[in-house]
């Protein structure tokens, strides 16, 4: 199969409403990653190319959160774990997807910063736009310790959370230990299966 290894991925920015896919993926990078994807074996290309090899690329949206989220380093130490201005970003997508493809499952996830941009975002949609989100997966979840190992006001059989047991950002310190960016396998099998399940 040939992956699409862009770092960059707006399909549900510019998609039609006339055309909406099975699935939507919304997806939030880790701090200093390119574009609004990251691109390679990261853990948002990776699940994105799991859940088009099962639902063929036409079947599935990528969009990443990029915009007012510039994944800079800074931005990890403010409360809530990132900029109010990307949670605002990421709380946009969401809301798009509802309106632009009320019938279509969205599914998202989250490494690093990207995790806390998606706890603070989803935490405070409305209901309708919640219940359409199917899964969730996040990948050393920055705000794990903070928030119990959840979504605030989310459910927790919707959510997969990946934390190595040494990676220290998911017991509330921001060292970056070696464990941090081990989360390939994970993204590439665990993750998607998690969401395909979701989905069904």
């Not at 609004?36 to 799991?50: E, F, I, L, R, T």
């Not at 605030?152 to 990676?167: E, G, H, I, R």
């Not at 950002?169 to 399940?197: K, N, Q, R, W």
């Amino acid at each position: 199969m040939e992956y699409n290894l862009s770092t960059t991925r707006n399909e549900l920015e510019s998609g039609s409403s006339s055309a909406c896919p099975r699935v939507i993926f919304i997806f939030a990078r880790a701090s200093t990653e390119t574009g609004n994807m990251a691109g390679g074996a990261s853990a948002g290309p990776a699940v994105a190319n799991a859940l088009e090899s099962h639902y063929g690329a036409s079947q599935v949206w990528v969009q990443g959160v990029g915009g007012p989220y510039t994944a800079d380093l800074a931005s990890n130490f403010l409360p809530g774990g990132t900029s109010q201005a990307a949670i605002n970003e990421a709380r946009r997508l969401f809301n798009e997807a509802n309106q632009k493809c009320p019938s279509s499952v969205i599914v998202a996830g989250g490494y690093s910063q990207g995790t806390a941009v998606m706890s603070g975002s989803i935490s405070g949609l409305s209901s309708t736009v919640q219940n359409q989100i199917k899964g969730v997966v996040l990948f050393g979840y920055t705000q794990n310790f903070q928030n119990g190992g959840r979504i605030p006001n989310f459910p927790s059989s919707k959510l997969d959370v990946f934390c190595a047991a040494t990676d220290a950002v998911c017991y509330g310190t921001l060292f970056i230990l070696p464990a941090h960016f081990l989360y390939t396998d994970e993204a590439a099998d665990e993750a998607p299966d998690f969401l395909i399940s979701r989905i069904g």
